[in-house]
């Protein structure tokens, strides 16, 4: 049980800090409202986990044996990153009464999570730190899938509530391309530790 509250703790200090999820989930909310935002709240939640599983139980091989596969993935992920901060910036105002960019739907967002660097960092950063070679790995693995479930409900729920919020205050079409513009820099600032050497 004791091993379990620190991976909560982990994953919470992980799961609600800004980083790519938690900028585009709450320009999500500013955007679109709760219900056209829930797909990218709940393939979040079931993406996130999902990759711990693959890693944990097997992916980290292959990237051990070739290490060019993650530097690929790296690469593509920063790209792709810059790509959506892009149509953030250049996004339509709802309240201009047209939108250039849909809401992520479940699978979009659940996709995401393999070009996240900051879910790489976490994913990898919570396997080597709480498992235990000498036990059986399967058990450990599927341990902090599941706390990482329950633990991204509340952290992603709080983002984009303040998305929810944030949409109450930007009384106009200006506010709200400067909220989203600024979202953009944010999401490429997210970027900067992923391309800083070690």
């Known amino acids: 049980m004791e091993l379990v ?38 393939g979040i939640i079931v993406g996130f986990p999902s990759m711990v599983l693959a890693i944990g139980l097997g992916l980290s091989a292959v990237f051990q044996a070739y290490p060019v596969a993650h530097q690929v993935i790296k690469v593509a992920g920063i790209i792709y990153l810059l790509y959506l901060s892009w149509l953030i910036a250049n996004s339509s105002s709802n309240l201009e009464g047209k939108k250039t960019v849909k809401p992520f739907n ?3 967002a659940a996709a995401f999570q393999w070009v996240n660097p900051k879910g790489w960092i976490m994913a990898v950063g919570a396997i080597a730190t709480f498992t235990n070679i000498q036990q059986p790995l399967a058990p450990q693995i599927i341990t902090i899938a ?6 991204a409900l509340p952290c992603a729920s709080i983002w984009l509530s303040f998305g929810i919020g944030l949409k109450k205050l930007l009384k106009n079409a200006r ?22 050497p070690n």
């Open 5 to 42: 509250i620190t991976i909560a703790l982990f994953a919470f200090s992980a799961g609600i800090t800004p980083g790519p999820n938690n900028i585009m989930l709450m320009t999500s909310g500013v955007n679109f409202g709760v219900k056209s935002s829930i797909p990218h709240l709940l």
């Open 146 to 151: 599941v706390v990482f479930f329950f633990v």
């Open 106 to 108: 479940f699978f979009q």
């Open 175 to 196: 506010q709200q391309r400067i909220f989203n513009i600024s979202m953009a820099l944010l999401l490429v600032l997210s970027i900067i530790p992923m391309v800083l």
